[in-house]
């Protein structure tokens, strides 16, 4: 079916910009976008159908490209407790922490991970995200990375959203491992990261490299065995500490390295070069209340791609809102709207590999958009959640979300 799309204004966000084309028409055909232009160009299509848009502004569908969506129990009685004055030394003592969502994950059923999950990505899609990347890491065991990816690909198949799944076996230690850290990173290369790529569950690996989970050399040995393998790497690095990791990330051409408030100019240079997308993740650098922020005057003048994602996590991120990461990012980061657009669009779809077919609106990319009904694209950064009156239309058919 054939659909032209028009009364409306497109931010196209090719070249990572507004790319604005004002009293825009769209033509989309088998999911995807066919024509994209003024209306006044329109090429003489027969259409099966004309949609009004009310002149609304259409964007891409937003990218969310960092989450860890599926996990068993949340933390939210953590969270009631530190600001009772409870230390997070204290909390971890008891067991809480990531230990906790460990054994809660561990517990569940994969039936059950489905359902909670499902419940947060309908929450991030409400907002109007059609793709987004969900990665493992509570599991900590063959059978459990396994559970949770298999939720990831559930959630593709069967809610309207693009799922990439990273697997993210190197998150912590788990507690068969404790003091063992090497016997555990040899674990996931040859046994678990073979099993898991071979039954089709990884799209990409990724690690936590800091003092307290795994070290550049860790990581490492994880990025050969990802590379063997045919897997693209990604990693939280910089997050806490500066160990370089963004720059042991660019050498492995890494898709993307992500936190990076410690990061460095020689690392965001090192990035620049390989094309490693930096993913800046505010709703953990509020929720930590953190104080460093990530270098980005050195990421814009060396020309770093620069993507925003909610690391939608029960410790450090139960950021349900990617347009509320939008805001955040502007005011704790001091981006500009268009820059933040452009975080959870184009380069986002560059942080997951997708940047041929996803990302921005140009002639032969999937025909994923919103239509908001808004002054202004700035409006996406400007207001703190909420809901806004959209329409959104994936592979050229509108959803309801
Ligand atoms: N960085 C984070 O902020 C989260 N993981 C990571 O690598 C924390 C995850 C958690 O506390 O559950
Ligand atoms: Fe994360």
Redesign the pocket.
Known sequence: MRTLWQHCHAATMTDGRYSVIEDAAIVTSAGLIEWIGPRADVPPVAADRVVDLGGAWVTPGLIDCHT?AVFGGNRSGEFEQRLQGVSYAEIAAQGG??AS?VRATRAASEDALFVSARQRVQALMRDGVTTIEIKSGYGLDLESERKMLRVARRLGEELPVTVRSTCLAA?ALPPEYVGRADDYIAHICDEMLPALSAEGLVDAVDA?CEHL?FSPAQVERLFIKARELGLPVKL?AE?LSSLHGSSLAARYQALSAD?LEFMTEEDAIAMAQSGTVAVLLPG?FYFLRETQLPPMDALRRHGVKIALAS?L?????PGLSLRLMLNMGCTCFRMTPEEALAGVTVHAATALGLDTSHGSLEVGKVADFIAWQIERPADLSYWLGGDLPKRVVRLGHEISN
């Open positions: 860890h922490g990531i969502t998150h936590f989970a939280h997050q936190h953990a690391d996590n029960p410790g450090t991120s």
